[in-house]
């Protein structure tokens, strides 16, 4: 029992002292299921030349953009055991080539599966490793031990007969002079101008797993389970012996070169090492079994393990101080460098600390029996470090424990002491809340300005400029100049924003930076303010900390982390010349999340030899290695690889079509930046629809709703993480079709209907118009041949009368005459004023229009009837129809019938000796009917005929002229009966009305 118990310590010893080291200077970023990979085995990875990353795992083809994976399938990838991707490779021509782990080579190329000819005739065969040379020859391994070269349709097996041995894993390197390398279990060899060479194998030991990686210096790497060696231009040499995973039981998988030249190491069991400067260092990874190693284009490395999915190795440049490392409390409020490289930190309550090295040292300064904290901190040029607990004090460096209370020496009281500035000559400048202000210089108070002297309020940062003078910013948003003894104000009259100012910065070209709680960044330059906010494209307007570095670049710490911003690209922005800034800041892709300055004490900021910055956190003290940071100048491809309509996926074509009265349309897009992903910026706009371009950063769509039919160009430009702009960016023309009733050919024939219509209706219209006014001249022609007639009547008939009555009078007043001839004389000239005022009053019946009706004619023929018989033996009777239809007639009409029916009325008083005479006025169906009919002598139709006067003739013609018929029907000694019969009543009313 004892024997064993000391063979389990002898193993503890030797395995803790064969630990290898852990190498700090990398983090990790890790993608598994759980952000959408296929699988957490993956099992190889490559980026194509595009710049996307592929990925085969166990369950399937997988392509990873930074953001998103997009999984693809085929039926020859997608049965059974053929989902297990084993190996991936690409050609010249960007065909990817994918092995599963059976099935046969499957190949890639815009979009389309199809099997590749170097599996076939490998039926039962597992796939194992895939590799594509220089010269276009794809190699292909399988767990059998068969290598298999295909290169322009030529096939050429390797197996034992060759000289190639083992069936464990293979890989495959090529040297800068062509040749192939194969190594396999204890294997080695090169395959060189179509020969397989095998004399190598004298340079290495009898142990098998070697494995073989190109060295981008032009020879190989060689590893196997006891060293590490290199061949170079034939030349064989042994790199190391030490290999730290062999002691562990691990053996190597893959190796990869960097483009530093470091050689990564992937084992079976032991994770993943790094060698560099003859040195191999762990570094960690989400799973120990890492199956692939890249590089990509931006020089992230990149590995995959065998079940904790893929990580992203990025360097190191931040390092964050807290409890963890030693310090006693999270939070420094201040922080100072001396001039020996030791960084000070004011560590609140646990005093004063000191970082040298990396390492963390903290001192619990006492004076007699008080203990004292830390608010501020400022290391001079005399080997001394000053700070402040509401009072003032300094040590030296050398002995921390030596403390001096110096605030004695001040005149009056200064308390709450939160800023510590040094200047260039090594005075130290205080400020406290007490609105207090001064210096010493060599240990002792210089101008001191006293409390009600000091024109600002809350002195919160200090700084010096080119010139030497002197800039304090207040918490009450002021900030106050003292050059040349004199103190100068600017508030918000002066341009200043209404926000406190918690930082200042003065660099050696005379600019003056200012950080504000809030309102952004200030630059004081050629005598002006220009404010600088996140609408400008500042990642955050809370600056509590500034600082800058070797590079050009400002650096702040704000609310939201760490940003820097090119001092150039501020100027740019106060001189016009740009429109916005861009910031760089860093979270989870570097390592760093959750990080919060603040700014109540000065220093907060401070740089160190080597371009290391160093910050006050809530999280701790951060250190970021400055002068290591290198800047990504790669513009960043941009794809435009998805366009669903209606959410369903159109193919990717030249001619793109989009299906008519689409609701939806919706672009993905693809930005290749995978340092740091989250920090990319798109702007996308369509042309004919987006007036500008559109800016978006955490999202990769863009979606549009009911396009109108037509041609429509989509643009797409990114920018990286450190604002570096894709301006070629990428492009997709695509036609919105028409529906059938938005074609060409419809509203082609809708425009041929439409002139078609539009000329009948024109035409019609014309007609109309023309018609109306036919029918307008036709009316004025009626209204002359009307007044004409009327002007006849008047010369004719009532010029006639009075001139009759005139020369009647003209005779009665020359002519002696007894008082019966005079009476007889009055009585007739009476007669014929009487007849004058009739007829006088039927021209004014027929041309008034409200006349214009028959129910007025009827009305007018009886009245004028009734009264032509008032004054003889003749009874008239009068009959009328009831319903009098609203017939509308012409004067005219009423004119020809007036004087017909007159005609006859006087007819029966001068000739019919009758006692009753009846005027009927009716409409029977289509016809209107008049008839006069008395009852006295008649007379024999031929005494019409005879006759020669006019007065049946004119009747007769009057009634034709009106498209009717005048019927006489009398005998002697009987009754006569004058028929006017009308039977074209609607033409004659059609022909007669007048237009309106």
């Given at each position: 029992m004892i024997c064993g118990l000391l063979l389990c310590v002898l193993d503890s010893v030797r395995s803790a002292a064969s630990e290898p080291p852990?190498?700090?200077?990398?983090?990790?970023?890790?993608?598994?299921?759980?952000?959408?990979?296929?699988?957490?085995?993956?099992?190889?990875?490559?980026q194509d030349r595009n710049g996307f990353i592929w990925l085969a795992t166990i369950g399937g083809l997988d392509r990873f953009d930074g953001v998103t994976f997009k999984p693809f399938t085929s039926p020859l990838i997608a049965r059974g055991v053929a989902r297990n991707i084993r190996a991936l490779a690409e050609t010249a021509d960007s065909t990817l080539l994918i092995l599963p782990a059976v099935g046969g080579v499957a190949q890639l190329k815009d979009g389309r599966f199809s099997p590749h000819p170097i599996g076939e005739g490998l039926v039962g065969e597992q796939f194992q490793t895939l590799f594509v040379d220089?010269?276009?020859?794809?190699?292909?391994?399988?767990?059998?031990?068969?290598?298999?070269?295909?290169?322009?349709?030529?096939?050429?097996?390797?197996?034992?007969?060759?000289?190639?041995?083992?069936?464990t894993m293979v890989s495959f390197a090529m040297d800068d002079e062509g040749g192939v390398w194969i190594g396999r279990g204890g294997f080695l060899g090169c395959y060189r101008d179509g020969k397989l060479l095998t004399n190598f194998n004298d340079n290495l030991d009898s142990t098998p797993n070697i494995v073989v990686t190109s060295s981008r210096s032009g020879g190989i790497w060689i590893c196997n389970s006891t060293r590490l060696s290199k061949m170079d231009g034939g030349q064989f040499s042994i790199i190391s012996t030490n290999l730290p995973w062999v002691v562990l039981g691990g053996v190597v998988r893959?190796?990869?070169?960097?483009?530093?030249?470091?050689?990564?190491?992937?084992?079976?069991?032991?994770?993943?090492?790094?060698?560099?400067?003859?040195?191999?260092?762990?570094?960690?990874?989400?799973?120990?079994?890492?199956?692939?190693?890249?590089?990509?284009?931006?020089?992230?490395?990149?590995?995959?393990?065998?079940?904790?999915?893929?990580?992203?190795?990025?360097?190191?440049?931040?390092?964050?101080y807290n409890t963890g490392s030693g310090l006693p409390e999270d939070i420094s409020s201040a922080i100072s460098a001396d001039t020996q490289g030791d960084v000070w930190l004011a560590n609140r309550g646990g005093g004063i600390a000191r970082i040298f090295d990396g390492k963390v040292s903290a001192f619990h300064l006492q004076a007699g029996s008080h203990k004292f904290g830390a608010d501020s901190v400022c290391a001079d040029d005399q080997g001394f470090v000053w700070a402040s607990e509401?009072?003032?004090?300094?040590?030296?460096?050398?002995?921390?424990?030596?403390?001096?209370?110096?605030?004695?020496?001040?005149?009056?009281?200064?308390?709450?002491?939160?800023?510590?500035?040094?200047?260039?000559?090594?005075?130290?400048?205080?400020?406290?809340?007490?609105?207090?202000?001064?210096?010493?210089?060599?240990?002792?108070?210089?101008?001191?300005?006293p409390e009600n002297e000091f024109p600002g309020n809350r002195p919160r940062s200090i700084t010096e400029d080119s010139n030497g003078w002197i800039w304090i910013g207040t918490e009450d948003g002021q900030l106050v100049k003292l050059a040349d003894g004199k103190f100068t104000m600017f508030t918000q009259k002066d341009g200043l924003p209404d926000a406190p100012i918690r930082s200042l910065c003065a660099d050696a070209a005379g600019s003056v930076w200012i950080g504000t709680a809030g309102c952004g960044l200030v630059l004081w330059r050629d005598q002006k303010f220009t404010l600088i906010s996140v609408d400008d494209g500042l990642p955050n307007d809370y600056i509590a900390e500034l600082v800058g570095d070797d590079d050009g670049r400002l650096w702040c710490g704000a609310r939201g982390g760490v940003f820097h911003v090119a001092k150039s690209d501020l100027i740019a922005f106060a001189d016009g010349r740009i429109s916005k800034v861009a910031g760089v800041t860093f979270s989870k892709s570097e390592g760093l999340t959750g990080i919060s300055c603040f700014g109540t004490s000065q220093p907060m900021a401070v740089k160190t030899s080597g371009g290391h910055l160093w910050f006050t956190t809530q999280q701790g003290v951060l250190s970021v290695d400055s002068a290591a940071l290198k800047s990504n100048s790669r513009p960043p491809p941009v794809f435009i690889d998805e366009l669903l309509v209606n959410d369903h996926q159109l193919k990717i074509t030249d001619q793109m079509r989009v299906p008519p009265l689409s609701s939806k349309i919706e672009f993905r897009f693809s930005v290749l930046s995978y340092t740091a992903p989250e920090k990319v910026r798109l702007r996308y706009k369509l042309d004919g629809v987006d007036l500008d371009w559109v800016e978006i950063a955490d999202q990769r769509n863009a979606v549009y709703s009911a396009l109108r039919p037509g041609k429509y160009l989509m643009h797409l430009k990114a920018c990286s993480s450190d604002g570096v702009w894709n301006e070629t960016g990428a492009s997709l023309a695509f036609e919105v079709q028409p529906a059938w009733w938005q074609s060409w050919w419809f509203q082609g024939s809708m425009l041929v209907v439409f002139t078609t219509v539009s000329a009948v209706g024109i035409r019609f219209w014309s007609q109309r118009r023309l018609k109306s006014k036919l029918e307008r001249l036709e009316?004025?022609?009626?209204?002359?041949?009307?007044?004409?007639?009327?002007?006849?009547?008047?010369?004719?008939?009532?010029?006639?009368?009075?001139?009759?009555?005139?020369?009647?009078?003209?005779?009665?007043?020359?002519?002696?005459?007894?008082?019966?001839?005079?009476?007889?004389?009055?009585?007739?000239?009476?007669?014929?004023?009487?007849?004058?005022?009739?007829?006088?009053?039927?021209?004014?019946?027929?041309?008034?229009?409200?006349?214009?009706?028959?129910?007025?004619?009827?009305?007018?023929?009886?009245?004028?009837?009734?009264?032509?018989?008032?004054?003889?033996?003749?009874?008239?009777?009068?009959?009328?129809?009831?319903?009098?239809?609203?017939?509308?007639?012409?004067?005219?009409?009423?004119?020809?019938?007036?004087?017909?029916?007159?005609?006859?009325?006087?007819?029966?008083?001068?000739?019919?000796?009758?006692?009753?005479?009846?005027?009927?006025?009716?409409?029977?169906?289509?016809?209107?009917?008049?008839?006069?009919?008395?009852?006295?002598?008649?007379?024999?139709?031929?005494?019409?005929?005879?006759?020669?006067?006019?007065?049946?003739?004119?009747?007769?013609?009057r009634v034709q002229q009106l498209g009717g018929r005048l019927e006489v029907s009398s005998e002697p000694g009987k009754k006569t009966s004058i028929r006017i019969w009308i039977r074209q009543w609607k033409d004659l009313r059609a022909q007669q009305r007048l237009p309106e």
């Amino acid at each position: 029992m004892i024997c064993g118990l000391l063979l389990c310590v002898l193993d503890s010893v030797r395995s803790a002292a064969s630990e290898p080291p852990t190498e700090d200077d990398y983090y990790v970023q890790s993608w598994q299921m759980d952000e959408g990979l296929l699988g957490n085995q993956v099992n190889d990875l490559l980026q194509d030349r595009n710049g996307f990353i592929w990925l085969a795992t166990i369950g399937g083809l997988d392509r990873f953009d930074g953001v998103t994976f997009k999984p693809f399938t085929s039926p020859l990838i997608a049965r059974g055991v053929a989902r297990n991707i084993r190996a991936l490779a690409e050609t010249a021509d960007s065909t990817l080539l994918i092995l599963p782990a059976v099935g046969g080579v499957a190949q890639l190329k815009d979009g389309r599966f199809s099997p590749h000819p170097i599996g076939e005739g490998l039926v039962g065969e597992q796939f194992q490793t895939l590799f594509v040379d220089q010269g276009g020859a794809v190699w292909l391994g399988t767990y059998s031990g068969r290598v298999r070269r295909w290169q322009d349709g030529k096939t050429t097996d390797l197996i034992a007969t060759n000289g190639l041995s083992g069936n464990t894993m293979v890989s495959f390197a090529m040297d800068d002079e062509g040749g192939v390398w194969i190594g396999r279990g204890g294997f080695l060899g090169c395959y060189r101008d179509g020969k397989l060479l095998t004399n190598f194998n004298d340079n290495l030991d009898s142990t098998p797993n070697i494995v073989v990686t190109s060295s981008r210096s032009g020879g190989i790497w060689i590893c196997n389970s006891t060293r590490l060696s290199k061949m170079d231009g034939g030349q064989f040499s042994i790199i190391s012996t030490n290999l730290p995973w062999v002691v562990l039981g691990g053996v190597v998988r893959k190796m990869y070169e960097d483009s530093n030249h470091s050689l990564w190491v992937g084992t079976s069991t032991h994770g993943l090492f790094r060698f560099a400067d003859g040195k191999f260092a762990g570094v960690k990874t989400s799973q120990s079994q890492i199956t692939s190693i890249m590089e990509d284009a931006e020089g992230n490395i990149w590995a995959a393990t065998a079940g904790g999915g893929i990580n992203r190795l990025g360097q190191k440049l931040f390092h964050l101080y807290n409890t963890g490392s030693g310090l006693p409390e999270d939070i420094s409020s201040a922080i100072s460098a001396d001039t020996q490289g030791d960084v000070w930190l004011a560590n609140r309550g646990g005093g004063i600390a000191r970082i040298f090295d990396g390492k963390v040292s903290a001192f619990h300064l006492q004076a007699g029996s008080h203990k004292f904290g830390a608010d501020s901190v400022c290391a001079d040029d005399q080997g001394f470090v000053w700070a402040s607990e509401g009072t003032l004090y300094r040590f030296p460096h050398e002995q921390p424990d030596e403390v001096q209370s110096v605030s004695n020496r001040l005149a009056g009281t200064i308390n709450h002491i939160h800023v510590l500035f040094k200047s260039r000559k090594g005075d130290i400048w205080i400020g406290s809340d007490t609105n207090s202000l001064g210096y010493f210089r060599s240990g002792h108070p210089e101008n001191y300005v006293p409390e009600n002297e000091f024109p600002g309020n809350r002195p919160r940062s200090i700084t010096e400029d080119s010139n030497g003078w002197i800039w304090i910013g207040t918490e009450d948003g002021q900030l106050v100049k003292l050059a040349d003894g004199k103190f100068t104000m600017f508030t918000q009259k002066d341009g200043l924003p209404d926000a406190p100012i918690r930082s200042l910065c003065a660099d050696a070209a005379g600019s003056v930076w200012i950080g504000t709680a809030g309102c952004g960044l200030v630059l004081w330059r050629d005598q002006k303010f220009t404010l600088i906010s996140v609408d400008d494209g500042l990642p955050n307007d809370y600056i509590a900390e500034l600082v800058g570095d070797d590079d050009g670049r400002l650096w702040c710490g704000a609310r939201g982390g760490v940003f820097h911003v090119a001092k150039s690209d501020l100027i740019a922005f106060a001189d016009g010349r740009i429109s916005k800034v861009a910031g760089v800041t860093f979270s989870k892709s570097e390592g760093l999340t959750g990080i919060s300055c603040f700014g109540t004490s000065q220093p907060m900021a401070v740089k160190t030899s080597g371009g290391h910055l160093w910050f006050t956190t809530q999280q701790g003290v951060l250190s970021v290695d400055s002068a290591a940071l290198k800047s990504n100048s790669r513009p960043p491809p941009v794809f435009i690889d998805e366009l669903l309509v209606n959410d369903h996926q159109l193919k990717i074509t030249d001619q793109m079509r989009v299906p008519p009265l689409s609701s939806k349309i919706e672009f993905r897009f693809s930005v290749l930046s995978y340092t740091a992903p989250e920090k990319v910026r798109l702007r996308y706009k369509l042309d004919g629809v987006d007036l500008d371009w559109v800016e978006i950063a955490d999202q990769r769509n863009a979606v549009y709703s009911a396009l109108r039919p037509g041609k429509y160009l989509m643009h797409l430009k990114a920018c990286s993480s450190d604002g570096v702009w894709n301006e070629t960016g990428a492009s997709l023309a695509f036609e919105v079709q028409p529906a059938w009733w938005q074609s060409w050919w419809f509203q082609g024939s809708m425009l041929v209907v439409f002139t078609t219509v539009s000329a009948v209706g024109i035409r019609f219209w014309s007609q109309r118009r023309l018609k109306s006014k036919l029918e307008r001249l036709e009316h004025q022609q009626a209204l002359s041949k009307e007044r004409s007639r009327i002007a006849r009547d008047l010369h004719d008939d009532l010029g006639a009368t009075v001139t009759q009555v005139g020369l009647m009078l003209e005779e009665l007043r020359a002519a002696p005459l007894s008082t019966e001839e005079i009476k007889q004389q009055s009585d007739i000239i009476s007669g014929r004023v009487l007849n004058l005022a009739r007829d006088l009053d039927a021209v004014v019946w027929s041309v008034n229009p409200g006349n214009d009706s028959l129910g007025e004619l009827f009305a007018y023929l009886g009245q004028s009837f009734l009264e032509y018989f008032r004054h003889t033996s003749i009874r008239p009777r009068l009959e009328v129809m009831e319903a009098i239809p609203d017939y509308a007639l012409a004067p005219e009409v009423r004119h020809h019938l007036f004087l017909v029916v007159k005609e006859a009325v006087h007819n029966v008083i001068k000739h019919s000796h009758a006692t009753e005479v009846i005027l009927s006025l009716n409409v029977v169906e289509d016809s209107l009917e008049i008839r006069i009919e008395d009852n006295g002598l008649g007379f024999s139709p031929d005494v019409i005929a005879k006759s020669k006067r006019h007065g049946f003739p004119n009747m007769r013609a009057r009634v034709q002229q009106l498209g009717g018929r005048l019927e006489v029907s009398s005998e002697p000694g009987k009754k006569t009966s004058i028929r006017i019969w009308i039977r074209q009543w609607k033409d004659l009313r059609a022909q007669q009305r007048l237009p309106e």
